[in-house]
């Protein structure tokens, strides 16, 4: 039974002590109070533990875990079941290599398909996100280990992502991106939030009381620790009050600055205690979790490899297919692309995980009996064009039954850091399977991406199945998908986009330097393209699988729904098919109450059910009224309109099977907002009018600051110099400066990263004197820079 520790019982400097990590992964321990570190480890989809060497960009070296596939993946999964299976398979991992909490799962929205780090999220929906991150929170915590939602809030892009300020209007922050945050924190109750890097309208979200305290806190209830992200504490005082408990990583020398905030009187006591015991509480609740019987890795090697393969092949989707998948056992395959020996299974960054082992696509074909000539058709790593290389290919494709192309992004395209900067792929992969089609019209184009991209010969292939990123079992989980061992039953997470400009957000993004405008608003993925009537090259739920299915009517349980009731919709479907199929069922909602501007499709539930062959089931999706509220900006709370409303059951956003027209009973039944209200803000008038004030103006660049750049300050003197020591300090081996998608990370994290961060993510070895005489230097003025540096203790 858990011993809790008094924190008002420790001395100020004992408290303080507690709000900083000790090194680069673990809290500090006070033994002499029976209080011991925790360890944490990055893992959304597998652990990144690193036992000795330390970095937070993925670059040292961790020890093996199993590699599972990436949330892109898995979402398109739609299973709550299969998330917490994989979460509680994550969970044994890290309590078998001591981790006491797993920082994920990550589920910010995917505004823009450009953002570098969509593999690691879920959807751009906020429900199925929110559901999704509450099944790996609560498959981690089954283990006894704690699991950190991230990244906490609006952080939607890599691009300046460490000082980007993101100005959002009250009901988007809301509907979109905070509501997928409030339903995991609700429905798992995680024993820890990661503040992120990023302002929200001014504010940090580390320093943001608004944001950890009224909001996280007293509106949703949470009691766990709030952690930074790392170096992302711009304010270490502020970010107390706010309800900011832990500053990660250790060393960043932050100490004295709250005792003379304590003694100013800027800082409460009571809010040092309080932190200090969430974190107390968080390390005590972790030993007594280590107290239990541990699994080896040993033991779990085979099991969670079978898992990450058989999660792999039920979410990849299937994008189009005239019926020449499931392939023919038998079938002589040319195999063509350099994926399928050298495969891309994961993103770059924090979240690379060493695996335990690795298939790929050519060995699990080979060992199921399926004869493979190969052809590379590409370079992996930069896939620059190469003729001879689509040559070669072709000639292979044109002596067999079936061409398998195995293309995608290259690992130097998707990465934490940095952002794409275009929807297409290497223009080598689209020449390869333009003429591998057109050499053999019984073409399968299988991708390997970790976001959405253009195929721009989609009508020119047999089939296309998507594995995202498969995970360390991806070869395998394409062999079962294309062979049918296992249903690739997955359904697109989000939109793909035809075109870049069918992207909302894509005019207002990245922002610049200073600022990104959401201006969009709620039109976000398919919110925007059934809005618009913009027709998407695949919808959001989009997914064939293998077989067909006849829906029948839908229903509803009730007539009326009031605030705080819940309703049944239910549809009768058969499996037309001959063979066992997995349905997805989704729930729309059409509000025509028109008390408020809304998209014209918002998802509002959902439900998977797996029928055999010529077997008809009634498919039930229980919907909330919750689903159907709204953001109220003059209440500054959530309404529930009064009126008719369409519940829309289909197969995706565009495929609509059926509709039942119901009555919601709310209290809202006036217009709640400006008619004149445009779906998305173009103008400066109509921004300033969404957001209720007026726009408001970037941060000057001069003078610098401790929130400037070393690339903001690069074209000083001291600017050069620093970013040049920097560089060769970088935690990087040999093999990792020659890799591309590293070497980029570490240029633009370098460039980006605030001089605040230098001394907050140097383990002590810059101090903040130091950065403060840089400031200064670059400021141009070397007597206050050399002052500061003769100053210092």
Known sequence: ??????????????????????????????????????????????????????????????????????????????????????????????????????????MNIKRHPLCGRNFEYSSEDPLLSGLLAASAVRGIQTAGVGACLKHFAVNNQEHRRFVIDAIVDERTLHELYLRGFEIAVRASAPRMVMAAYNR????????????????????????????????????????????????????????????????????????????????????????????????????????????????????????????ILPLTPGTRVALIGAFAETPRYQGSGSSLVTPTRLTTAREALEAAGVVVDYAPGYEPVRSALAPLLVDEAVAVARGAEVAIVMIGLPGIAESEGFDRDTLALPAQHDALVAAVAAANPRTVVALSVGAPVLLPWRDDVAAILLSYLGGQASGGALADALLGIVEPAGRLAETWPATQNDVAADPFFPGDEAQVHYREGLFVGYRHATTAGVAPAFAFGHGLGYGSSAWGAARASVATLAAGGTLTVS????????????????????????????????????????????????????????????????AHDWALPRGAVDLEVARSSETIEAVVAIEVLGTASDSAEPPSTAPIAASDEQWARRLGRAIPAPAPARPFTRESTLGDIGGTLVGRALRGAVMRMAPVSAEDRADPASLALIERSIDELPLRGLAQMSQGKMSWAVVDAVVAFANRRPLRGLGTLLRRP
């Open 1 to 106: 039974m858990t011993h809790r520790i008094d924190a008002t019982s420790l001395s100020t400097d004992e408290q303080l002590s507690l709000l900083s990590g000790a090194d680069f992964w673990r809290t500090r321990a006070l033994p002499e109070h029976g209080i011991p570190a925790a360890m944490m480890a990055d893992g959304p989809h597998g652990l990144r533990a690193q036992l000795e060497a330390t970095d937070h960009l993925g670059l040292a070296s961790s020890v093996a875990a199993t590699c599972f596939p990436p949330a892109a993946t898995l979402a398109s999964s739609w299973d709550e079941h299969l998330v917490q299976e994989v979460g509680e398979a994550v969970g044994r991992e890290a309590r078998a290599l001591g981790v006491d909490v797993v920082l994920g799962p990550g």
């Open 200 to 323: 929200i309208n001014g504010d940090h979200a580390t320093d943001a009381r608004w944001l950890l305290t009224e909001t996280l806190r007293e509106r949703w209830g949470f009691d766990g620790v709030v952690v930074s992200d790392w170096g992302a504490t711009a304010d270490r005082p502020a970010a107390i009050t706010a309800g900011m408990d832990l500053e990660m990583p250790g060393g960043a020398g932050t100490e004295p600055a709250m005792r003379a905030a304590l003694v100013e009187g800027s800082l409460d006591p009571a809010h040092v205690a309080r932190s200090a015991q969430r974190v107390a509480d968080l390390a005590v609740q972790a030993r007594d979790a280590r107290a239990g019987a541990a699994p080896t890795m040993a033991e779990l090697l085979d099991p969670h490899d079978a898992l990450a393969r058989r999660a792999a092949a039920a979410s990849s989707v299937v994008l189009t297919n005239d019926g």
């Open 571 to 634: 549809v009768d479907v058969t499996n037309t098919g001959d063979r066992p199929r997995r349905e997805l069922v989704q729930v729309y909602v059409h509000d025509r109450s028109g008390v408020v501007l809304r998209p014209r499709r918002e998802l509002v539930g959902f439900a998977r059910a797996t029928l055999e062959a010529g077997e008809t089931r009634s498919v039930e999706i229980e919907v909330d009224a919750d689903a159907l509220r709204f953001w109220d900006v003059r």
